[in-house]
Nanobody, 126 residues
Framework: QVQLVESGGGPVQAGDSLSVSCAAS????????LAWFRQAPGKERAFVAGISRGGALYYADSVKGRFTISRDNAKNTLYLEMNSLKPEDTAVYYC????????????????????WGQGTQVTVSS
């Protein structure tokens, strides 16, 4: 049974930094592309950052230069380091996993992802 469990969210002030993690189990972590999505109240779940099997990085324009995604295959863990947080970063953050096969391009469409965590709330106050 595949499980993705996020942790590390919480309330912060604008300009602060925060890191969230996603621990995976029940899957061969290294063959999966991984991503963070977020969903703010009244909005659709949107792509934030992604990392391929080979370590290529992808970011939404809104977080480029402020957020850093990384993975530790030995620990089956995905990370998102968030700096210079803004009130508009307030959302529930979800990690997601998709198995990739040779030749497949990295996907930022949420419908492409097979497995999801339960989410962790990040609240940024001004």
């Amino acid at each position: 049974q595949v499980q993705l469990v996020e942790s590390g969210g919480g309330p912060v002030q604008a300009g602060d930094s925060l890191s969230v993690s996603c621990a995976a189990s029940g899957l061969t972590f290294s063959v999966y592309g991984l991503a963070w999505f977020r969903q703010a109240p009244g909005k659709e779940r949107a792509f934030v950052a992604g990392i391929s099997r080979g370590g290529a990085l992808y970011y939404a324009d809104s977080v480029k230069g402020r957020f850093t995604i990384s993975r530790d295959n030995a620990k089956n863990t995905l990370y998102l380091e968030m700096n210079s947080l803004k009130p508009e970063d307030t959302a529930v953050y979800y990690c997601a996993a998709k198995r990739y096969y040779s030749g497949e391009h990295f996907m930022t469409n949420r419908d492409a992802y097979e497995y999801w965590g339960q989410g962790t709330q990040v609240t940024v106050s001004s």
